[in-house]
């Protein structure tokens, strides 16, 4: 017999009991965390609460087949997670997903660009957009749901979380169990308070399927619409609703639009482009309340100043906020919202994972530098380079974006399906597409990687290409680009991630944008070399 130490002894017995409970429900054991990716070099390591004695009920009285992992959510996250999961082999009769949609997962971002094209335009629709499209993968229809071996538990939202007994109560009073637990919620749309009319008819949201479907009905008879917010929401919708020729207004408390990311001459272009389509906006201003005609129906937009605008739809995208419903007891984070979680996307219970929107995870963006040595000789091997690295970011993030919520999705499972142990590193990304409904004269398609702050260098006259460079003491640390090709966009997250040293007055006298990003991509060269 091979000797075997106490630690590996009670990993195999636990992982056997974990089997036995989750498909038999007899335990004598219940871990709360995946033990095999704690095995390392030899040895075992658990967390501390990661074993508790326990009885389980009957396994007739949970209400899904698949219990080892579960999923709570089925937004652009749970579909890629359970991509990761297939791709390592433990989907088929382990992973259970469980949704409030009635849709398998879908690349949500088409709610507010192509799903909206009117109906002579080629609009997007399901089965068109499941996930993994938005990245080249393959499209994820319920079919192959079924096909992996997964379990979907569709319009059925989870009501309730027991840590102790690793149990979830469904709306429905179904009882589900889990193994692991992977909370992939995402964020519900902020909204007006009814008392000013935030829940009128012909008053819109837009965060899934049901919301877009509820937005087109209206615009079928609409005649004036207002959105209300000049974020990425207000854009693309508004965007999408001139190619409906319906008089639209935008309407925001701040000077520009999207102030969080544009500086006041790029938004001015934006707004210009805007404005020739139709648009019009009304900028630097507050909502009193939304007014109502006789029938009920949502009538106009009545503003602080007193002034109303008419409207017969009004579409309200002031941001969003985390879906945290009954998973605030898992462990909150009080100064960007969402569960807090590690680089590998635990929160502070073994065994529950939150990823993608309704995470709050430490945003640590390393930058890889190779620096050139002298030609050195060590036991018979020439030694030309050494890598160092440096980190630029070092803070606890909460990024509502769908680059994000593939990449924390792949992340947290393969951190929990093998020994995969490094901290998450993600570049904030933000990007927009629109105007792109068959027969739109300009089409709108920007990136930006980075970081927005110091000091900014724009270059080119929006005709159609526009950049954006943020420098701080010198140091290029953000970059947007309008419609660029698909080599000039590839440069951007290199630009950012590596952060080099930039001659901000070549840069200002750069004659095109293409000058400019040359001048960009020299400043890397010149960093490797230093």
């Not at 974990?18 to 704690?38: A, F």
């Not at 390392?40 to 009885?55: A, K, M, V």
């Not at 502070?348 to 050139?372: N, R």
């Not at 966009?489 to 040293?501: V, Y």
Request: some cysteine; proline content about 5%; charged content about 20%.
């Amino acid at each position: 017999m091979i000797p075997m130490s106490s630690s590996v002894r009670r990993l195999i017995m636990a992982s056997i009991s974990n089997t036995l409970s989750l498909k038999h429900g007899l335990s004598l054991w219940c871990p709360q965390s995946t033990p095999l990716n704690r095995i390392h070099r030899g040895s075992c390591s658990f967390p501390s609460r990661s074993f508790r004695r326990c009885f389980t009920v009957s396994a007739s009285s949970f209400a899904n087949e698949n219990r080892e992992f579960v999923i709570v959510g089925g937004g652009n996250s749970a579909g890629y997670a359970a991509r990761t999961f297939v791709e390592h082999g433990m989907a088929s009769g382990k992973l259970c997903i469980v949704s409030k949609e009635a849709y398998a997962p879908y690349e949500r971002p088409a709610l507010t660009k192509a799903y909206l094209f009117p109906l002579d335009k080629k609009p997007a629709r399901l089965p068109g957009f499941h996930t993994c499209v938005g990245t080249g993968g393959e499209r994820q229809t319920p079919d192959w749901y079924k096909e992996q071996g997964i379990e979907m538990l569709y319009e059925d939202p989870i009501v309730n979380v027991d840590t102790e007994k690793q149990t979830l109560k469904t709306n429905s009073g179904k009882l589900l169990k889990y193994g692991s637990l992977i909370i992939a919620t995402g964020c519900s749309a902020s909204r007006f308070p009814d008392k000013i009319g935030g829940n009128l008819p012909g008053v819109h949201y837009i965060r899934d399927v049901a919301d877009a479907d509820s937005l087109i009905s209206s615009l079928e008879k609409a005649k004036k619409v207002v959105v209300v917010g000049g974020g990425y929401i207000g854009m693309e919708v508004a965007a999408a609703t001139s190619g409906w020729n319906l008089d639209t207004t935008v309407i925001f408390p701040e000077d520009h639009l999207m102030p969080r990311l544009f500086t006041p001459s790029l938004a001015q272009k934006y707004e210009k482009l805007y404005q020739d389509y139709g648009v019009k906006f009304v900028k630097g201003t507050s909502i009193k309340n939304l007014e109502a005609g006789p029938d009920g129906h949502v009538s106009g937009v009545k503003l602080e100043n007193g002034s109303t605008i008419e409207a017969d739809t009004v579409v309200i995208g002031i941001g969003a906020k985390p879906a945290v419903g009954p998973f605030e007891k898992i462990g909150l984070n009080s100064s960007v919202g969402g569960i807090q979680v590690d680089g590998q996307f635990r929160t502070g219970i073994p065994g529950i994972f939150a990823i993608g929107d309704v995470a709050a995870f430490p945003l640590k963006v390393c930058s890889f530098y190779e620096l050139k040595v002298e030609n050195l000789v060590f036991h018979g091997v020439m030694i030309s380079r050494r890598v160092k690295l440096k980190q630029i970011y070092d803070r606890i993030s909460r990024v509502e974006h769908v680059d994000h919520a593939r990449r924390s999705a792949q992340h947290c499972v393969k951190s929990l399906l093998t020994a995969h142990t490094d901290t998450y590193d993600y570049l904030p990304y933000f990007y927009s597409r629109v105007f792109e409904y068959e027969g739109s004269p300009r089409k709108v398609w920007w990136q930006f990687f980075g970081d927005n702050v110091g000091e900014t260098v724009q270059i080119g006259n929006f005709d159609p290409k526009v950049a954006t460079f943020w420098i701080d003491s010198g140091i290029l640390k953000g970059v947007l680009l309008e419609s660029g090709t698909a080599e000039e966009f590839q440069l951007l997250p290199k630009l950012a991630r590596s952060q080099p040293s930039i001659d901000k007055a070549k840069l200002q006298n750069a004659s095109s944008v293409e000058e400019a990003l040359e001048i960009a991509r020299a400043s890397l060269q010149v960093g490797a070399a230093d």
